[in-house]
């Protein structure tokens, strides 16, 4: 079975911290993705990676930024933390090409005080 | 991205059978249908998928229509703990950039 395991299940930041969110698979999977969930609004994508060292703009990449050095691991940055970015981030991970799945990881819940 | 449309609720009794619909009428000739569902506090779990056929495995079925603008996925025999949001999306496939809407809440009743 693919895990796609995120660093941290609940985070609780300050206003202005730099905040990372880890999220490792062990799939050996070609694309990686970060979405946010929020009340009313459903998943929304932030970034995307389809490679090592390669990133792509989602839908809401104000505010964040992305890493990914090695095939493995994405990780997702918020240089400076608002209020605004209080969420539920998912990790997600597929193989690629026509008909694939994606899967999830478990979230992780960012409060921004 | 082609869009979706589905109820936002729906319920049913554990046992019967759950159909879910989503209307997808934009979809392009070569975009998948994809289901997804998210139990509380979890990630989103991937169900099924097809593009013109319809799909069965050992969690559902997805009906498409001919001409491709809706599909239902069918829980054959609804248990609590398919107590879900679920998620129609359409794409080209899982490297596509998939939008989730809010999905359809199923509440399954004893």
């Known amino acids: 079975d693919v895990k796609v395991t995120q660093s941290s299940r609940y985070l609780v930041k300050r206003t202005g911290e730099k905040v990372f969110l880890e999220c490792v698979q062990d799939m050996d999977h070609e694309n990686m993705f970060w979405y946010r969930q929020d009340p009313g609004l459903g998943l929304r994508l932030i970034y995307f990676?389809?490679?090592?060292?390669?990133?792509e703009k989602g839908d809401i990449p104000e505010g964040y930024s992305v890493s990914r050095e090695k095939k493995e691991r994405f990780s997702l940055i918020l240089e400076s933390a608002s209020t605004n970015q209080t969420s539920m981030y998912l990790c997600?991970?597929?193989?690629?090409?026509?008909?694939?799945?994606?899967?999830f990881g478990e979230g992780s819940r960012l409060t921004v005080l | 991205d082609a869009k979706t449309t589905q109820p936002p609720s729906m319920d049913c009794a554990e046992g019967r059978a759950a159909n879910l619909p989503c209307n997808h009428s934009t979809i392009s000739g070569n975009e998948y249908v994809y289901w997804y569902r998210q139990i509380h506090s979890q990630g989103p779990q991937y169900i099924i998928h097809g593009l013109k056929n319809n799909e069965t495995n050992e969690m559902a079925s997805l009906i498409i229509t001919e001409d491709r603008k809706s599909s239902t996925l069918i829980l054959p025999h609804a248990t609590l703990r398919d107590t879900a949001v679920y998620y129609c999306i359409v794409g080209l496939g899982s490297g596509d950039k998939l939008t989730f809407g809010t999905g359809t809440r199923l509440a399954v009743r004893p």
């Open positions: 997600a991970t597929s193989r690629g090409g026509p008909g694939g799945e994606l899967f």
């Open positions: 990676s389809y490679d090592v060292k390669m990133k």
